[in-house]
């Protein structure tokens, strides 16, 4: 795991389960419009947190593509969960601009929750066909284009599937960073 500091925020790239993140806030669902278990990530944040999970998030379904909310994390040793419906590449469009869109509101509720640290997977990436370069690039520049206006949030970390995905990710951080 490699951290770096960019206007007061650490960032991290770790390979691992989002379900597993004892010492994050907040973590990132890539949820499902329904805001249900699913496969990926979405079925293992559901696993985690427990039917508590599904029945608070009926009330706040269907979201769009873009769209952030945000539920209490219930047996997940989190304290809140953040749903982000990812585009579905190829059908939802702009894919670019909604993709950015569920970084933007993931952090933006953070911030208006006091949220200190938070997880994100790769949202769209997986089961929803997002090319996983330019999904990184897209989470990376949307994330260090608002760095300058998070006053809470103090720590972002990218949990990944593969220890390649991390290293994809840590490249286009350090490139991102460089511009």
Known sequence: MTKR???GVIIECVQGNIAAQPDMEAIVNAANAELQMGGGVAGAVHRGAGLGLAKECRKLAPIRPGEAVITGAHNLPNRYVIHCLGPIYGVDEP???LLASCYRNALRLAEDNGISSIAFPAISAGAFGYPLQSATRIACNTI????PDLL???QIRFVLFSDTDRQLYEQVLDEVAAA
């Open 5 to 7: 500091e960019f206007h």
């Open 95 to 97: 894919s670019d601009q």
């Open 144 to 147: 260090f284009d608002m760095l």
């Open 152 to 154: 809470t949030v103090k």
